[in-house]
């Protein structure tokens, strides 16, 4: 049956409410909200799922902290990151996790094709995402030459991806990544991964950090609140540019000359990433 969770719980097939669809099923669940969807897990899962939560939003939060370091940002300040995702005042962060299963796609479907859309390509729009597989293939990233590249799975590893928001927060100096996820086909493993998504209080402003910001150095965006730029995010299909209705004239220069000039910060600033994968970073 095709369902998609609306925008919290079980879906298959569809992803959103605006069209896109995948080869996977999947359970999207707000984790602090007490949203009914948290609410109605079996009580064991449900601390599962709490107990993963605490440890992998520290992973994004101590990677965020890393990254303000590798940026610059005098002592003092670099937990300004950290805490968008880690609220000392709990209740804060707008946090969820999606489990994603991907089944082999029957060969009469992925005849003729050179891979069949797992999850489409897109970019997260919160600030960091930590995600985990299964050791099957399938995940892609696309590099600023428009190449896609395949991320390796590996169990022992967390691979962290920058959302939408860190690209306006640090004025584009880190880049939000577009990835996908190409369906195992028959024969193969189904692809099982886990993402924590990493989002900041629906009232927080997403705008250039000053503590970054150089002399004269203009911000690249449009002032808004997370709430604002997830509300446009829902509406949007999954492979839109998001940020575009958000980025001012001079993000698009921006955009051009640190393309032609192939110096994109990557977050292996703050750990290693792969060769391949510039703005991905795996975490062991
Ligand atoms: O399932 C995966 O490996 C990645 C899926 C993804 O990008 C997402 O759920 O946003």
Redesign the pocket.
Known sequence: MDASARPFGYGSKNIGCNGDVGWLEYILLSVRSGSVAAASLPPSLRAALEEYTDAVREVGARVLELMADGLGVAEEHRGVLRRMVAPDDAGGADEMV?V?HYPPCPSSLAAGQRGVTG?GE?T?PQIISV?R?NRTAG?QIMLPDGRWVPVAPDTDSLFVNVGDSLQVLTNGRFRSVK?R?VAPTEGQQP?L?V?YFGGPAPTQRIAPLPELMREGEQSLYRDFTWAEYKKAAYKSRLGDHRLGPFELPAAATAQESTTKADHYCSSNAAVQAPAAAPHVARVH
Do not use: T
């Open positions: 999606r994603n999850f897109h997260d995600l597989s995940f990835h996820v692809r991964s993402i």
